[in-house]
């Protein structure tokens, strides 16, 4: 009960024992709990501390509960009090971050080497954005999450909306493509194109990191783009290629198609081959080749990509 409030186990389950047995003393404490007398006493003086307990004067000395709504309510206005001010002193020191003198020239643009350092600033970006992110994904990556993506999953989880395009050939790789339905579950918007030649990671349109070069074969080294018509133009060409870009998404609306369909659609979209759909759906080439027929044919499109163009348009995708 009292862990949020900056306790532990042991001051939880000694203060609902007092509140149990008022009027007990220590070792009745320690008794009913079954708990060492050394362990009971530093947990009883943490309480007195807090004012969740009062001594009851007489020999033995014996303890009595506050009442519960009153203290515990007063120890959280406490705590809310203590952490306003860790907030303001962190929004200082950011402040004092922001304003730290820099080299000539790294107002606009700083560079990032090392493996290590492309990581954590590729980490620091998601992880202080505050409203919005935005990613162009194609390889070479400027890195691979862990599974599950655990710092896109904690940054949406504290309400940042992320938007993704991601280079259509790359879906063919085993397991890319749950991935990817893995974060349109969590929330993320995603798209794809065909083909992507650039790569970004855009925090809050504030701050950007792209490549020294979108040719190289393997990324170690970054550009930390700050604000600046550099970031802007970075944030217009995203916007640009989100809106070519074909949607994704688990949604099932009714009266669209099964879902075998729109997972199907939700392939095509993504540019993956017949063999690599045929695995991914557990069914044969054949039936993939004879299925896409029919839903070139009810779309009426010509092609795999535009059929997907207009799935989405009926909100299919």
Not at 219 to 237: D, G, K
Request: glycine fraction near 8%; charge should be neutral; hydrophobic fraction near 45%.
């Amino acid at each position: 009960m009292l862990e949020p409030l900056g306790m532990g186990g042991v001051e939880s389950a000694v203060y609902m024992q007092v509140i149990s047995e008022p009027s007990s003393t220590a070792a009745e404490v320690a008794g009913g709990l079954g708990m060492a007398p050394g362990r009971v006493r530093g947990a009883l003086a943490c309480l007195l501390e807090a004012g969740l307990i009062t001594l009851v004067s007489g020999r033995p000395v014996r303890y009595f509960p506050a009442p519960p709504d009153v203290a515990v309510d007063a120890l959280v206005r406490r705590r809310q009090e203590e952490l306003e001010q860790v907030r303001a002193q962190a929004s200082a020191l950011a402040h004092r971050m922001r304003e730290a003198p820099r080299s000539r020239g790294s107002n606009l643009v700083e560079l990032v080497e090392g493996e290590q350092a492309v990581v954590e600033h590729v980490l620091r970006l998601q992880l202080g954005a505050r409203q919005e992110v935005l990613i162009v994904d194609c390889p070479p990556y400027l890195y691979r999450p862990a599974p599950g993506n655990p710092q896109e999953a904690q940054s949406m989880r504290r309400g940042v909306a992320y938007r993704a395009i991601y280079h259509a050939p790359i879906l063919d790789e085993p397991g890319r493509m749950d991935d990817l339905l893995a974060n349109i579950a969590a929330g993320e918007q995603a798209r794809v194109l065909p083909a992507i030649r650039m790569k970004m990671v855009i925090a809050d349109g504030r701050q950007a990191l792209i490549p020294v070069s979108f040719d190289a074969v393997e990324l170690s080294s970054l550009i930390l783009v700050h604000a600046s018509p550099l970031l802007t133009a970075l944030v217009t060409s995203f916007e640009h290629l989100w809106n070519k870009a074909v949607p994704l998404s688990g949604a099932q609306d009714e009266g669209g198609p099964g879902k075998s369909d729109r997972d199907m659609l939700t392939m095509l979209a993504a540019g993956m081959k017949d063999r690599a759909i045929a695995r991914a759906l557990g069914i044969t080439e054949r039936s993939v080749t004879r299925r896409v027929a029919h839903l070139l044919n009810t779309l009426g499109a010509e092609t795999r990509f535009q059929a997907a163009l207009r799935a989405a348009k009926l909100g299919w995708l």
